[in-house]
């Protein structure tokens, strides 16, 4: 087993017992903080150090948080996302803990649009979809995503709610016109006809941990479960992986709850990307993938300590000596940003480089799923991973002769 870790759990609310487990029964430690109990602190000064203090209001002052102490972040934040992301970013960029979910991922994923957006810029296919601050020309929008019927999806919400479907001519103007008086904001995708069904699967890291497919309740067609849907496990495909594993990636999040569907020709679409996915999974699959996540989280944790600690050389030593940023770059999304080395250190395992060539030059994957024979540096062990797997994690395997 990896050596012991103590996580700060960033939960709103109760975090669930399934995550609890998965720290406590692999011998790790962890504390629990609520977003909204805590005070961030930027210092005035260039070499100054940033902190955070626990403001919860049972206490007679605030209390600053050792966060030396901390391993790793896991996140779990649901109502105020905005201030959550705050804190987390604090933690993850000002302070360097790592965290399988970014700040900005979050963001992304709590909105239906940007996410829709990203996934489209990384390739990966969506319904067609439009976006009008003021839709007039609501004929011309319609039939851009293939015609009646289609779907409207307020840009923020989750677990069904904010998602109707335009059936008619009439309804949908009636239902356009009543939004945009209202200056609610919505995105409208032609219709995937999944016969009533999609697939929520749950990422982490590299690989899909485990998926589910839900049906609609008789008379709907939303399969989400808070909304009165049944589910079952299933094994999806490794075109369906590889997939899933792209989108999660596209918004930035090494672990989150990529929903699927569908056509009546078997083609897949990218409906959604969770970064809070909830327990029903675990409930109806009887999988419970936060082991996955905390030991993911453990093994990026080790890299990254050996990785800090080896003597820094070159261009990053130069940048960091200087003034204690570097320019990053992310192979997957194609971001560019300034951000510290310690954050980039934390960071540089998930797809980030000081590279601008490896950016531009970066090879799509192989379309091949062929299993090929490696050597896990992490583990010592050989195992069987795709040729896909191996071309996205080369620094953590070796391969070796069939």
Request: proline letters at 7%; aromatic letters at 6%; zero cysteines.
């Given at each position: 087993?990896?050596?012991?870790?103590?996580?700060?759990?960033?939960?709103?609310?109760?975090?669930?017992?399934?995550?609890?487990?998965?720290?406590?029964k692999q011998g790790h430690t962890y504390e629990v903080h609520e977003p909204k109990d805590l005070y961030l602190y930027i210092d005035q000064s260039e070499t100054g150090k940033d902190m955070i203090y626990n403001g919860a209001n049972h206490l007679e002052k605030p209390v600053l948080l050792k966060t030396q102490s901390y391993d790793a972040v896991i996140s779990a934040i649901g109502a105020n996302l905005a201030h959550g992301a705050s804190i987390l970013r604090h933690l993850t960029e000002n302070l360097g803990i790592y965290c399988a979910q970014t700040a900005t991922g979050l963001e992304t994923a709590s909105n239906k649009l940007k996410t829709t957006q990203r996934l489209s810029t990384n390739?990966?296919?969506?319904?067609?979809?439009?976006?009008?601050?003021?839709?007039?020309?609501?004929?011309?929008?319609?039939?851009?995503?293939g015609g009646l019927p289609a779907v409207a999806k307020l840009l923020q919400g989750s677990q069904g709610v904010g998602v109707f479907l335009l059936e008619t001519p009439q309804a949908t103007n009636t239902a356009l016109e009543s939004m945009y008086k209202l200056k609610v904001?919505?995105?409208?995708?032609?219709?995937?006809?999944?016969?009533?069904?999609?697939?929520?699967?749950?990422?982490?890291?590299?690989?899909?941990?485990?998926?589910?497919?839900?049906?609609?309740?008789?008379?709907?067609?939303?399969?989400?479960?808070?909304?009165?849907?049944?589910?079952?496990?299933?094994?999806?495909?490794?075109?369906?992986?590889k997939l899933c594993v792209e989108a999660a990636r596209a918004v930035d999040l090494r672990y989150a709850g990529v929903d699927l569907m569908?056509?009546?020709?078997?083609?897949?679409?990218?409906?959604?990307?969770?970064?809070?996915?909830?327990t029903k999974i675990v409930n109806i699959t009887g999988y419970n993938h936060y082991y996955d996540l905390v030991n993911f989280v453990a093994e990026r944790v080790g890299q990254i300590k050996a990785k800090r600690a080896e003597p820094e050389k070159g261009p990053r030593k130069e940048a960091s000596a200087s003034s204690g940023m570097v320019q990053a770059h992310n192979v997957h999304t194609k971001e560019s940003r300034s951000m510290t080395a310690q954050e980039f250190s934390s960071l540089q395992f998930?797809?980030?480089?000081?590279?601008?060539?490896?950016?531009?030059?970066?090879?799509?994957?192989?379309?091949?799923?062929?299993?090929?024979?490696v050597h896990n540096i992490n583990s010592g062990e050989t195992e069987m991973v795709s040729e896909y797997e191996f071309s996205l994690n080369q620094s953590r395997y070796i391969r070796l002769k069939d």
């Open positions: 087993m990896s050596k012991s870790l103590n996580f700060l759990i960033l939960a709103t609310g109760q975090p669930t017992h399934y995550l609890l487990d998965a720290i406590t390739g990966i296919t969506v319904p067609p979809t439009v976006y009008a601050g003021e839709p007039t020309h609501i004929p011309f929008l319609i039939d851009k995503v904001p919505l995105k409208i995708q032609g219709f995937v006809n999944g016969k009533n069904k999609d697939i929520r699967a749950i990422v982490v890291g590299d690989k899909v941990a485990v998926a589910m497919e839900r049906t609609a309740n008789q008379g709907s067609f939303r399969a989400n479960l808070s909304q009165g849907g049944s589910g079952r496990k299933v094994e999806l495909s490794d075109a369906d992986k569908k056509d009546d020709k078997g083609k897949s679409y990218i409906i959604e990307v969770n970064g809070n996915p909830g998930d797809g980030w480089t000081t590279d601008p060539k490896a950016v531009a030059s970066k090879t799509a994957p192989p379309k091949t799923d062929k299993l090929v024979k």
